[in-house]
């Protein structure tokens, strides 16, 4: 099983803006939310890339409102799941700009 891991941080948008976007960048990237923390400002998201599973979780800090954007997959490699986890950052982007 692989996984990887980005953090960015979207200017000076809030903690809430971001766990906002961080949801709907989920579902313009091609996958479906299927659960949310709103207490934690955490973000699950699955879907299929190549035909795997893959699992997403998006985890925005209350504190600096930066996100720590994660994919996983039991099937995939670290060359799948890079463009997974660039796709919902660049979406956050455009939602956040």
């Given at each position: 099983m692989a996984s990887?891991?980005?953090k960015?941080?979207?200017g000076?948008?809030?903690d809430s803006e971001v766990f906002?976007?961080?949801k709907q960048?989920?579902?313009n990237a091609g996958y479906e939310v299927w659960k949310t923390r709103d207490l934690a400002k955490l973000v699950l998201g699955t879907g299929k890339e190549n035909?795997?599973?893959v699992r997403l979780n998006v985890v925005v800090s209350m504190v600096d409102?930066?996100?720590t954007i994660s994919a996983e997959g039991d099937d995939l490699d670290e060359t799948a799941l890079n463009p997974?986890?660039?796709k919902v950052h660049a979406e956050m982007v455009k939602l956040l700009a």
């Open positions: 990887v891991q980005i960015n941080t979207y000076d948008k809030s906002d976007a961080a960048a989920i579902v035909g795997q599973e409102g930066s996100a997974v986890v660039e």
